[in-house]
């Protein structure tokens, strides 16, 4: 079972950054691939990065050039750098790890305003 807890949303204007960051338990962490997936009200849960155990990295359309996902396995933490906000950014910010199953964050807001 692996548990994570994100940090780091809130409200922030147009064209500010953010950095959200995933803390997972175990020991497991540096062989999971992780995530980040959002969820805005009334729409799917989408893939906003992903890197893998190898560094590997891919990026939704929508935030490549804006948003930068990288992970420090010492601290068992994953991050998402987002730069260059936009109100449709707007949602609820999940992590996800991949490793023997999926689990998930419990989520956190980030709220960008014209």
């Known amino acids: 079972q692996v548990q994570l807890v994100e940090s780091g949303g809130g409200l922030v204007q147009a064209g500010g950054s953010l950095r959200l960051s995933c803390v997972a338990s175990?020991?497991?962490?540096?062989?999971?691939?992780m995530g980040w997936y959002r969820q805005a009200p009334g729409k799917q849960r989408e893939l906003v990065a992903e890197?893998?155990?190898?560094?590997?990295?891919i990026y939704a359309d929508s935030v490549k050039g804006r948003f930068t996902i990288s992970r420090d396995n010492a601290k068992n933490t994953v991050y998402l750098q987002m730069n260059s906000l936009k109100p449709e950014d707007t949602a609820v910010y999940y992590c996800?790890?991949?490793?023997?199953?999926?689990?998930w964050g419990q989520g956190t807001q980030v709220t960008v305003s014209s």
């Open positions: 996800k790890s991949s490793v023997l199953g999926d689990y």
């Open positions: 175990g020991s497991m962490f540096r062989f999971a691939a």
């Open positions: 890197i893998t155990r190898g560094g590997t990295t």
